[in-house]
């Protein structure tokens, strides 16, 4: 198989199912956020998963007292996904002066 089809083979819009399941197998979500993040899935079809579960604010089973942030979501995402996660921050100039 040439990289060209595995690439297309793995290059797929992300479902929360899937995605959701995976963080249950890291043990990242405990069954109940499993439940309450699929359920609440079918009142909301506009939003991107990430964003979806970030607003869920679901606790990190792995990491105890922190949330599932956009930002720790996003680096399990690329993770799993087999890619880099980078972080650029916010370029900040500091005002001129004369």
């Given at each position: 198989m ?7 083979k793995a ?8 995605f ?5 197998v ?16 079918r ?8 964003s ?41 100039v ?5």
């Amino acid at each position: 198989m040439s990289a060209d089809k595995e690439t297309k083979k793995a290059d797929r819009p992300l479902k929360l199912g899937s995605f959701s399941r995976e963080l249950k197998v890291a043990e990242s979500i405990s069954d109940d956020q499993l439940e309450e993040a699929t359920a609440k899935i079918r009142t909301n079809h506009q939003q991107h998963v990430l964003s979806y579960m970030a607003r869920l604010e679901l606790n990190d089973q792995r990491h105890k007292g922190k949330k599932l942030i956009l930002e720790n979501l996003t680096c399990f995402l690329a993770g799993w996904a087999g890619q880099e996660y980078f972080y650029n921050e916010v370029l900040r100039v500091a005002p001129e002066t004369r």
